[in-house]
C-alpha cells in the first residue's frame, strides 16, 4: 500500500478561521513533509518532520502550524491566514532505505 | 544552491510516438532522483526513483536514466497513450538531508498526447 490521505479535499476559510489538515499513511515511514503549491509552480517545501520530530522548517510564517502527533499522522494548523495562501497543500511520506517520496492527493484552500 | 530545469516546459505529441523527457540539474552532488507526474489539481504521483548509484530504472513503459556528471536525468516514455497526459516533474534530493529529503523539483514538462 503506497497511499498518502489528506483530508478535507477542499477548504474555504476567512481570514479569522482556524481550521487543520490532515494527513496519514500506513506505510511504516518515518518521515513527513508539508508542501505548499501554487498554480503551475513546482510544490515549495514547507516542513519535514522526522521520527516525529521536525527537522525542517522553510522559514514559514507562523499562522501556519505543523503537529506530528505520531508515526502515521501530521496535521497543520492554519489560523490567520492571507488570501494569498489560497493554494494546493501537499503531504508527502518517504522510506528511510531510499528516500522515495510519496504524496497525497493535496487539499485545494481558498482563503477569502 | 541546486537548480534543476526541465525542457521544453510543453510538449503534443500524436498517440503512439516514443518521446524523452530532459532534466538538467546544476550541481552534481545529488543523492537521488525522483521522477512524478501530476494530473491537473491532483496530487504527485511517483514514477520512478534513480538512487545515487544507479544509472537507470525501467517500469513498465517508462525508463529513466541518470548521468550525474553531466548533470542530467531523461524520462523515456515508449508507445505514448493518451492517458499518458499529464505535467511531470523531476527532483533532486539533497545529498545532506538523507532521511528527511530536501528535493528541488524542475518546473515540469507539460505533456499532451494526441489521440
Known amino acids: 500500500d503506497t497511499e498518502v490521505t489528506q483530508t478535507p479535499k477542499h477548504l474555504v476559510m476567512g481570514m479569522t478561521n482556524k481550521k487543520s489538515l490532515k494527513c496519514e499513511q500506513h506505510m511504516g515511514h518515518r518521515a513527513m513533509y508539508w508542501y505548499k503549491q501554487k498554480a503551475k509552480k513546482p510544490p515549495e517545501l514547507m516542513f519535514v518532520?522526522?521520527?516525529?520530530?521536525?527537522?525542517i522548517n522553510e522559514s514559514v510564517p507562523s499562522r501556519f502550524s505543523p503537529e506530528c502527533p505520531n508515526s502515521s499522522l501530521l496535521n497543520l494548523h492554519l489560523h490567520a491566514l492571507q488570501p494569498e495562501d489560497s493554494a494546493l497543500y501537499l503531504c508527502?511520506?518517504?522510506?528511510?532505505?531510499?528516500?522515495?517520496?510519496?504524496f497525497g492527493p493535496g487539499t485545494r484552500l481558498t482563503v477569502l | 544552491k541546486q537548480e534543476v530545469t526541465q525542457i521544453p516546459a510543453a510538449l503534443s505529441v500524436p498517440e503512439g510516438e516514443n518521446l524523452v523527457l530532459n532534466c538538467s540539474f546544476t550541481?552534481?552532488?545529488?543523492?537521488?532522483l525522483q521522477w512524478f507526474r501530476q494530473d491537473p489539481g491532483k496530487g504527485l504521483t511517483s514514477l520512478l526513483l534513480?538512487?545515487?548509484?544507479?544509472r537507470e530504472q525501467t517500469s513498465g513503459r517508462l525508463n529513466a536514466s541518470l548521468d550525474k556528471s553531466s548533470g542530467r536525468s531523461t524520462l523515456y516514455i515508449a508507445a505514448s497513450q493518451p492517458g499518458d497526459s499529464a505535467t511531470y516533474l523531476c527532483?533532486?534530493?539533497?545529498?545532506?538531508?538523507?532521511?528527511?529529503?530536501?528535493?528541488?523539483f524542475g518546473t515540469g514538462t507539460r505533456l499532451t498526447i494526441i489521440p
Open positions: 550541481d552534481s552532488a545529488i543523492y537521488n
Open positions: 518532520y522526522s521520527y516525529e520530530k521536525l527537522s
Open positions: 508527502a511520506s518517504s522510506q528511510v532505505e531510499t528516500g522515495e517520496q510519496f
Open positions: 527532483a533532486a534530493h539533497d545529498p545532506f538531508n538523507f532521511g528527511n529529503e530536501k528535493l528541488t
Open positions: 534513480i538512487q545515487s548509484s544507479q
